[in-house]
Each structure stands twice: as C-alpha cells, then as structure tokens.
C-alpha cells in the first residue's frame, strides 16, 4: 500500500512540475512575442494530437498562429494508389496485408475493409514483419501496402531484404524532407518557422534537414512529443527568427542525433530508388517517391503485376469533390473551414483521409470537438 502511495503522490509532483513548466513557457513566448506576428507550422500528425488534445493553441497569443501540415502518411496518399491496390484485388487472388488507418481510407464509396467483408483475403497486421510471417507460412501471394515516411520505410527495406519468393510490397512510401521543401517552393504563404517531426527525425538526424534550411532560410526546431516540447520548441523558432537565423535546432535530443539512425539509412539507401511521386494537396513532388530498385523486382508488386496494371483506368471519385482535406493538408485552412467537416464527413463515415488516420487533423479536431472558437 505504501508503495502504491508513494507512486500515486509521484505522479501528482510530475504533472505539478509539468504544468508550472507549461504555465512558464506560455508566459515567456507571450513576453517574446510583443510586436510580432508570426506564423509557424509543424509537420507530424502526432504534433497536431499534442497540440489540440492539450489546448496549446489556447496558450499562444494570437499573433502566433501554429498551422498543421503535411505530416499525416495516410492522409497524403492519392487516390491512384488506393485505386490500384483494389484493381489488384479484384484481378488476383491474393493475401493483401495493410495497416488499420489504410484499411478505412474510402474511395469511391470503398474501402479494404469494404472488400474483405466481400470475402477478400485482407488482413490487418501491426508490422510489415507480420505480413513476412504470413508469407513465408502460405502458398499464395502476400502483398503488403508500403506506407509511412522515413519513419516506416526501414522496416520495410528490412523485409525485403529478408523476403520469401511469394512476398511483395505494393509501396506507397514517401522520403519526407523533399515535400518540406516543396511546400516552401510552392510560397503560397508566409511560414516563419516549421517544427520538424520527432519520428522522422530518429532515422534523418539534424544533418538531413540542413539543406532545406540553408536555401529558405526558413527556422526549424525538431520536437518531441510532450506539451512541453512542443511549447518550448514554439519558443525556440520565436528565438531563432528574433535573432534572424534560418538554421536547425534540436528540442528532442534525447532521441534525434545529428547523424540519425546511419543503419537504418543504409538500409532504405539498398533496397528503395526515388522518383517523382504524387501526393495529396502537394501534386507531384520532386524525388519523393520510394519505389524499390530494380535488383529487388521479384518483391516489387508493380513490377510482378504489370501485366494486371496495364488496364487501370484512374477515375475521380465525385464524392470527394467538395473535400478540402488537400488544403488542410498544406495549413491553407483548418477542418472546421471545410464545408464537410463533421457533418457529410465524421470519423465514422468519412469522406477524405484526413477524417481517417488518427494522424489527421479533420479527425483530431473532430475527436476534441470543434477548435474553432478556442482559435480566436
């Protein structure tokens, strides 16, 4: 019992000590802001669960305006590609393994969910690794739907490069740090500083994001993923912007390097090329695509199903046309802008990805309810 004491009144010190440390921050970030007005945007899904479950916004004076971005992977696939793997389900007879969030993405009034209750072989796994060891203990053709950033694709080059003959990766993985640069280049507003994903970064390290500092001249800060990160990472780009220094910080030391994950690295350097790839509310971006080398073909699902691909036909799905996910997706606008949002479109019937993934601001904002009169 006195242990059980002792760990309740711990518990008790650690939140007191967070919140004076969150009450501190927000003091000093409205005592460095007087005079300014600044717009900062973060770049991970899981920043924006932070920053909304917590408030945060609420905390920020409103001359500092904190935007989401592009940072959801299952929100930033296009159409084509989930329009692909159902074209592959209903042409072979497969074992097709996908992640939860992928598998409630609707196109055309579809999901993978929609296809395995027709009696499609779809299965949910937790890890690319589960999907192997369906392979490597079936007959039949195991295909897994690649998705994620840096953050995913080390397991997936891993896989590969431990693959049985009847394994392939459909993939639909994307290097993250060319669309931050795209996303600058494209200039349709005034982002005075990012904060860079924690997850990302593990396997990039700070040296990846360098480059993209020296040519916009725009600050970053790598966060982590408590309030307090996040908080005192929006104080560092107020700083960094002060001082007029373009230039890469790292708030999450205890887990990016400067170097990153160099294993890790090499291992999606062998087993993925890169080319110009689509994705949604960007277009096509630059060297962003992930497709596997040719010397890993065999375990290449566009490759060993050619012949199935030739006869896709890519056809817009109407009723995402007043979807504005896109434009969230670039911090354009918030969901609550969005004439769908939590209406038509609600995380139990949703319309765009972005209402999908638990990464997705449309299906944060849903969850802690409408933010809107939190932000004025």
């Known amino acids: 019992m006195e242990e059980m004491e002792d760990g309740k009144m711990a518990n008790i010190s650690v939140k007191k000590l967070k919140k004076e440390l969150i009450s501190k921050l927000s003091k000093k970030i409205w005592e460095e802001t007087k005079g300014l007005d600044l717009t900062f945007m973060h770049l991970c899904g899981t920043h924006e669960d932070t920053v909304t479950r917590f408030n945060l916004r609420s905390l920020l004076p409103n001359s500092v305006r904190l935007l989401s971005g592009p940072g959801c992977p299952v929100c930033i696939i296009p159409d084509k590609d989930l329009q692909m793997v159902f074209h ?10 996908t992640f939860g969030d992928m598998a ?5 009034g579809k999901s993978l969910f929609f ?3 027709k009696g499609y072989d779809i299965r949910i796994v937790y890890s690319i690794f589960d999907a192997l060891k369906i392979a490597k203990n079936s007959d039949k053709d195991v295909v897994h739907f690649g998705i994620g950033f840096e953050t995913t694709m080390p397991s997936t080059a891993l896989a590969v490069l431990d693959a049985p003959e009847n394994f392939r990766v ?3 993985h994307r290097f993250f740090i060319p669309a931050m640069e795209y996303l600058l280049s494209l200039g349709e507003m005034k982002i005075d500083g990012l904060i860079n994903p924690g997850h990302v970064s593990t396997i990039t390290g700070v040296k990846a994001y360098e480059g993209v500092a020296e040519k916009y001249r725009v600050p970053q800060v790598i966060s982590g993923f408590e309030p307090e990160d996040v908080l005192l990472s929006v104080l560092k780009l107020i700083r960094l912007v002060k001082m007029g220094e373009g230039k890469v910080e790292n708030e999450y030391e205890r887990a990016v390097t400067y170097e990153g994950n160099l294993k890790a690295q090499q ?18 971006v630059p060297n962003s695509g992930a497709p596997l ?5 065999d375990f290449d699902a566009f490759k060993v199903y050619e ?6 036909e ?3 799905d109407k009723r995402k046309q007043a979807c504005r996910c896109g434009e969230v997706l670039r911090g354009l606008i918030t969901p609550a802008e969005c004439p769908l949002f939590n209406k038509a479109c609600n995380p139990k019937e949703p319309i765009g990805p972005c209402m999908v993934s638990f990464e997705g601001t449309c299906n944060i904002w849903a969850k802690y309810g409408n933010l809107e009169k939190r932000l004025q």
């Open 307 to 312: 012949d199935v691909f030739e006869s896709f």
């Open 104 to 108: 409630r993405v609707p196109y055309d």
């Open 115 to 117: 296809y395995r209750s």
């Open 170 to 172: 459909f993939s639909s």
């Open 88 to 97: 592959l389900l209903e042409k072979e007879d497969l074992i097709f393994t």
């Open 293 to 297: 080398k040719d010397k890993f073909s």
């Open 267 to 284: 291992a999606m350097d062998e087993v993925f090329g890169r080319e110009n790839w689509e994705w949604r509310g960007l277009g096509v």
């Open 314 to 316: 890519y056809k817009e």
